[in-house]
């Protein structure tokens, strides 16, 4: 079968290789489509952690089922499916103690990261996935949104954490496929305005088409002082932060009002630090949130919005691809000019 694979750092190959065998308990899924993803991006550019190259990378996708393993039960050959790309282990501490998400065997069986992984005609489904976060979709749910599954539930979990509400002002830095989809969710909780910062125009004018309230570049104007303009004086009720990087960490605490929720979402390297003024947080009783990942139950929540049909989300894949070309595509990624491309094989 057709794969892309990734051998290191600006090294990823098309080629022919072995199509998987469903083990016990896992599916073998005939992939429609793949979806890039930020990590993947990174990965190309920068390396992962998680990743022991040779591997086929891509972890969002939809597909049809191939094959199922012994004992499973839920989905059947030619079945339409999409899945995340983790799952719990079930047994260690935090899945007893319920924390799902911070599972510590979490990067056993990452689908495109410690498994193979989706930029290929077939994926085989690890049997933690099969059991958690497989999903049978239905027939008038189109394959390239379904494969959002993934990237959304992790949306789904800040959301749930941070819980924009009627009334309020919500701000987003970021306007990547991230920041968008947050845009989706705060934009349906009847919040009062919606106020995103980036410093791309091409990135603000996408995110003003989604229907967010106020853009601000923050290369061209002060994002606190607008900020300040747009609230009465007082700062956002909410801020998201969903570029992960410090100084867009320090900069979400500022731009929150006294007593506000700031959700730094986006994940800067590990072993950083920021900078906090102290008297934020004490005086003023701004809330700081960390998400993480997604638990089974997020995954369901997200599920079920992604098949209400209730969000244009599809509007994030803003170009289709062969993965013959997927270093032209990580290439037009880095430069900005897509949201995300939906890769067929
Ligand atoms: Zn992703
Ligand atoms: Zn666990």
């Known amino acids: 079968m057709k794969a892309a694979v990734y051998y290191g750092v600006r090294d990823v190959r098309v080629q022919d290789v072995d199509k998987p065998i469903a083990g016990p308990g896992e599916v073998v899924v005939r992939n ?6 930020g990590t993947d991006l990174k990965m190309y550019l920068r390396g992962h952690p998680y990743v022991k190259p040779p591997i086929i990378i891509g972890h969002e996708f939809s597909g049809i089922v191939e094959e199922v ?51 290929a005609e077939y994926v085989n489904i690890p049997s933690r996935i099969v059991k958690h976060n497989l999903y049978r979709i239905p027939d008038n749910l189109e394959h390239e949104v379904a494969a959002l599954l993934e990237p959304f539930s992790c949306v789904v979990r800040g959301h749930r954490i941070v819980q924009a509400d009627a009334g309020e002002i919500v701000t987003i830095i970021g306007a990547g496929p991230i920041g968008l989809m947050h845009l989706m969710l705060a934009k349906r909780s009847n919040t009062e305005k919606t106020i995103i910062i980036d410093v791309s125009w091409d990135r603000l004018k996408f995110a003003e088409k989604l229907g967010a309230d106020v853009i601000i570049n923050a290369n061209e104007e002060d994002p606190l002082e607008r900020i300040k303009g747009e609230t009465n004086g007082i700062g956002s009720d909410i801020v998201i932060e969903a570029v992960g990087k410090t100084d867009t960490w320090e900069n979400a605490v500022k731009l929150a009002r006294k007593g506000g929720r700031v959700l730094l979402f986006g994940g800067p390297p590990r072993g950083t630090t920021i900078m906090l003024d102290t008297y934020r947080i004490h005086y003023e009783e701004v809330r700081i949130l960390g998400s993480f990942h997604f638990t089974p139950e997020d995954v369901l929540r997200a599920f079920k919005i992604i098949r209400s049909g209730k969000l244009p989300l599809k509007n994030l894949i803003t170009s289709r691809s062969k993965i013959d070309n997927i270093v032209d595509v990580f290439e037009r990624l880095k430069e900005g000019k897509e949201v995300k491309v939906a890769l067929f094989f």
Do not use: H, M, W
Request: glycine share 10%; hydrophobic share 35%; with cysteine.
């Open 32 to 37: 429609v489509v793949a979806l890039t993803c």
């Open 69 to 119: 393993g012994e004992d499973v039960t839920s989905v059947k050959v030619g079945d339409r499916v999409a899945s995340t790309n983790s799952a719990p282990c079930g047994q260690c501490v935090y899945c007893k103690l319920g924390r799902f998400n911070l599972c510590e065997n979490l990067s056993e069986s990452i689908i495109g990261f410690s498994v193979n992984g989706a930029y």
